[in-house]
């Protein structure tokens, strides 16, 4: 509190120029935060999905491995809902197989779009951090300009 006090009073004392300087740095030190968020928030989802798509594929291959054990002409359920229909063993080995193929490749793309995303990430937390060194910079030269002025006084 006794910091951003100190703030206030030292953006009284300054021009209007660096007051605007500031405030745009200032603005852009924001603009970058929300962006650092969306593309925290971004990596975290595409975690989740894959994650979810590689438990999807491990569920179907379970479910073909105890698939190819049974006869061909045993009888076997495919779940819908609540509801169970009976379903022949290879159609229903070959819906397994088809769905771990496809949350594999959208796995494989989603790992690939998290890449690009942490990247991003990276960067824009780079630039956060080097905006708020300039930031803090352009303040100590300002508290310095301040006390010079309040020494002549």
């Not at 021009?15 to 925290?40: D, F, P, R, T, Y």
């Not at 990276?122 to 002025?149: C, D, F, G, P, V």
Request: hydrophobic share 35%; charged share 25%; with cysteine.
């Amino acid at each position: 509190y006794g910091q951003s006090l100190y703030f206030i009073v030292l953006k009284h004392t300054m021009s209007a120029a660096a007051q605007a300087e500031l405030m745009e740095k200032e603005k852009h030190i924001m603009e970058i935060q929300q962006k650092v968020q969306m593309l925290q928030n971004q990596v975290a989802n595409l975690a989740n999905n894959q994650a979810a798509l590689e438990r999807e594929k491990k569920r179907c291959q379970i479910t073909n491995a105890e698939l190819s054990r049974c006869d061909t002409d045993s009888t076997v359920y495919r779940s819908v809902g609540r509801m169970f229909v009976k379903q022949n063993v290879t159609d229903l080995h070959k819906t397994h197989s088809e769905r771990e193929t496809k949350c594999g490749e959208e796995a494989l793309k989603l790992s690939g779009e998290k890449k690009r995303a942490g990247e991003s990430l990276q960067r824009n937390e780079a630039e956060l951090t080097q905006a708020a060194k300039e930031y803090m910079a352009t303040i100590q030269i300002l508290q310095s300009q301040a006390n010079a002025a309040q020494a002549k006084k």
